[in-house]
């Protein structure tokens, strides 16, 4: 690679270039360049917006339906099971019996 660009190089210098058109490089065509960017641009900025606002009344449908609500399942013995009071006592941060008033 380095090759081909002394040789390029020592090319337009024996050549002689007067114009500043011969010392630079020809511009390359990529299969990306074909289409306009700012229609590309201002097409995903659409799309986008209309995303943003399709996603936002899903949301706002979804959580405005409400959700469902079971019956209490059975107090089965074994999910409270208190072989002994704590150490600090049943009124405490943790667990307050006469929070129900």
Not at 15 to 42: C, L, Q
Not at 56 to 76: D, M, Q, R, V, W
């Given at each position: 690679?380095?090759?081909?660009?002394?040789?390029?190089?020592?090319?337009?210098?024996?050549?002689?270039?007067?114009?500043?058109?011969?010392?630079?490089?020809a511009?390359?065509?990529?299969?990306?360049?074909?289409?306009?960017?700012a229609?590309?641009?201002?097409?995903?900025?659409k799309?986008?917006?209309?995303?943003?606002?399709?996603?936002?009344?899903?949301?706002?449908?979804?959580?405005?339906?409400?959700?469902?609500?079971?019956?209490?399942?059975?107090?089965?013995?074994?999910?409270?099971?208190?072989?002994?009071?704590?150490?600090?006592?049943?009124?405490?941060?943790?667990?307050?019996?006469?929070?129900?008033?």
């Amino acid at each position: 690679m380095a090759r081909s660009g002394l040789r390029s190089a020592s090319f337009l210098l024996r050549r002689g270039a007067k114009s500043n058109a011969a010392v630079a490089p020809a511009k390359r065509s990529f299969s990306a360049s074909a289409h306009d960017d700012a229609y590309e641009t201002a097409k995903w900025e659409k799309i986008t917006y209309a995303g943003i606002v399709t996603c936002t009344i899903l949301a706002i449908y979804n959580l405005s339906k409400g959700h469902p609500h079971f019956e209490e399942p059975p107090a089965y013995p074994y999910l409270h099971i208190r072989n002994k009071e704590f150490p600090w006592g049943p009124d405490s941060l943790f667990e307050n019996k006469h929070a129900d008033h």
